[in-house]
């Protein structure tokens, strides 16, 4: 299936094509590569309006990597707030080209809601502790949408990344969003050490969460590469799941394999889900022309119907 965001209030993808994409968030308008949009641009009078340009430096450095850097236009701010999905962010054009949102991600936080409104309408039987809040494990969850979006809807979420600046940028975006009394916990740590002590600890989640990137680092090094991690990764995941799960979703941007890898992953699972189903695809943005931006894939297992 082909997941599609399109325009927002204060998101709009105006433009891409030629190796870049141009957004509007908000009130400034940013251009920015995307190795995606291998195609012409169809609106080449709006890029000159840009009010900000990530750009490559040459020549390439002594390590072999190229300087980067965000050319802003005179007045522009370096952080501004955004409303989107339903929640609040904080954009902060970053020197890895990011700016924080992942507008793509908008249906994966209303499937999010979904599964968990869903849980209203299960048998009792199917409930793990009669009432008692779902239990929510976000891993590699960033500036926090997924995170925001699951306590919007009445979870309680660990949300567990390598990255204390990451940590503190989510927590802004759950205040700015109303959301600072959540129960969330705030975790900086490597996603399979974490993982490994919560088996330890004997904890479970009833929905889990992972975006994991092709390559990275924790908070003291440690090394996470997909290829070698991510399988060791998903079975000690397994283990964190209650008796009666509610969803595991999984995100990959950049990762070059295709959603139909992390579908056969959760596939293997179903049996130890207790049933349900598994869906995988694109996530895209659809432009102002209607041509849709591939930005990366996913899939997800569910108990109810979603």
């Keep these: 299936m082909i997941q ?76 501004w707030q955004v409303e989107f999905g339903g929640l609040r962010f904080w954009i902060k054009p970053s020197a890895f080209k990011h700016t924080g949102l992942f507008p793509e991600q908008k249906g994966n936080w209303e499937w999010i809601k979904k599964v968990l409104d869903s849980r209203r309408s299960l048998p009792r039987t199917r409930i793990r502790g009669g009432n008692d809040k779902v239990n929510v494990l976000n891993l590699f969850g960033y500036t926090g949408g997924a995170t925001l979006a699951a306590a919007q809807a009445g979870a309680q979420i660990c949300h567990v990344d390598g990255s204390k600046s990451a940590i503190g940028w989510a927590r802004e975006n759950a205040e700015i969003s109303g959301l600072s009394e959540k129960p969330v916990r705030w975790i900086l740590d490597d996603a399979v050490a974490f993982v490994k002590r919560e088996i330890k600890r004997g904890r479970k989640y009833d929905g889990i969460i992972m975006d994991p990137p092709a390559f990275g680092h924790g908070p003291k090094g440690e090394m996470w590469k997909i290829e070698e991690d991510f399988l060791e990764l998903m079975d000690l995941c397994a283990q964190l799941l209650s008796d009666k799960p509610l969803f595991f979703l999984v995100n990959g941007y950049a990762s070059g394999y295709s959603s139909i890898t992390y579908a056969n992953n959760l596939e293997s699972l179903v049996k130890k889900l207790a049933g349900g189903s598994v869906e995988h695809g694109e996530l895209t943005i659809e432009e102002k022309s209607g ?16």
């Design 291 to 306: 041509r849709l931006l591939p930005c990366g894939i996913f899939a997800r297992w569910s108990y109810g119907p979603c």
């Design 4 to 79: 599609i965001t399109k325009k927002e209030k204060d998101y709009e993808l105006l433009d891409s094509g030629e190796g870049e994409k141009l957004e509007r968030y908000g009130k400034y308008v940013l251009s920015r590569p995307d190795p995606q949009a291998l195609w012409r641009k169809s609106a080449p009078e709006l890029w000159p309006k840009a009010d900000a340009v990530f750009s490559r430096r040459d020549p390439v450095g002594v390590r072999g990597d190229q300087a980067t850097e965000w050319k802003l236009k005179a007045g522009v701010s370096r952080k």
